[in-house]
């Protein structure tokens, strides 16, 4: 199986067992005398099988990631640059704060500009690392 086919089973495990778990959740207690639609035992194992199951795609997911795990990381940690810099305050200039509230003169040392500057360098590393990353997955084969 393809790594991105992988990933795309593994989000759907993930997905059933958030289901199963809410069914449990909600089905485990009823109304004496009431129809139980629902065996909770039985859910309680095919949550269990499927944990084991999604454990074992998990290991070999990360098996076959082991060579890319450097721009996995570079990935993640570029996105919350990206967030931190949107964050940023750039204020410049005489700011009021609230309702008759005092003008306050505010200046930045790393400007607006500077920063989309940096927004615009580090989304260009995030596509190119994007596309590395996306590469791997439709060549690299998972064995199960």
Do not use: P, W
Not at 17 to 23: A, F, R, V
Not at 62 to 85: C, M, P, V
Not at 109 to 126: A, G, N, P, W, Y
């Amino acid at each position: 199986m393809k790594l991105y086919k992988a990933l795309k089973l593994k989000n759907k495990m993930v997905g059933e067992i958030s289901k199963l778990q809410q069914t449990i959740g909600q089905k485990n207690s009823f109304i004496v005398g009431s129809e139980k639609n629902y065996d909770v035992k039985e859910l309680l194992k095919e949550l269990e099988n499927k944990k084991v199951e999604l454990v074992k795609l998990k290991l070999a997911i990360n098996d076959a990631n082991s060579k890319i795990q450097g721009d996995i990381y570079d990935l993640s940690e570029t996105k919350s640059l990206i967030a931190f810099y949107g964050g940023l305050s750039c204020s410049k200039g005489k700011v009021s704060r609230g309702f008759g509230g005092e003008a306050t003169e505010y200046d930045c040392q790393f400007s607006e500009l500077e920063r989309d500057k940096e927004v615009k360098k580090l989304e260009e590393i995030l596509e190119e690392t994007q596309e590395r990353i996306d590469a791997h997955n439709h060549i690299t084969e998972i064995y199960l």
